[in-house]
């Protein structure tokens, strides 16, 4: 089909397609404890304390983690939960980019160039509500950033 269509294969010819794909793991996240904490451990960390641990599994459960993992502690007590024991939600992002030079003349080239980023607007979370007496613990506090495509063309002499 391209060899009865010159003009057609000329068009076609030439282009570069590039990527990337990135799979990322999540960073552990501390379920903790805000409120009127006094700093008797001497942390230098008043207002927050870790949560205590009910020994429920934290992977069950419908959200990011199982809710019921974690509780406030009782009154005087400081609480038990580990440090980075929630795993933090993964990312996935795949970038493409389009380009073609064409030659125009000795010393004139036609640069076009079209990429793309985050190109499958799959919705990676970057917060997560990890403080168990707040009105977002186990919700998606933030989200990352959405696709951009940007286009150039671009003239050189």
């Keep these: ?3 009865k269509q010159p003009w057609l294969q000329k068009a076609l010819k030439d282009w570069q397609l590039t990527g990337t794909t990135q799979l990322q793991s999540g960073r552990p996240l501390t379920a903790t404890v805000l409120g009127n904490v006094a700093d008797a451990g001497g942390t230098g960390n ?3 304390a870790r949560a205590d641990a ?3 599994p934290i992977d069950a459960g419908s959200g990011y983690f199982n809710k019921a993992a974690f509780a406030v502690p009782l009154p ?3 609480g038990n939960a580990g440090r980075g024991t929630i795993p933090g939600p993964g990312t996935f992002a795949m970038n493409l980019q389009l380009a073609r030079t064409i030659q125009i003349g000795e010393r004139k080239n036609l640069e076009f160039n079209v990429s793309a980023t985050k190109l499958l607007n799959h919705v990676n979370i970057a917060g997560l509500g990890t403080v168990v007496n707040s009105l977002v613990y ?5 989200a990352g950033q959405m696709r951009t495509i940007a286009a ?3 003239l050189r002499m």
Aim: no cysteine; charged share 5%; proline share 0%.
């Design 1 to 3: 089909m391209l060899q």
């Design 46 to 48: 008043v207002g927050s």
């Design 54 to 56: 009910t020994g429920l």
């Design 76 to 78: 005087g007590l400081y």
């Design 138 to 142: 186990g919700l998606a506090t933030t």
């Design 152 to 154: 150039t063309v671009r």
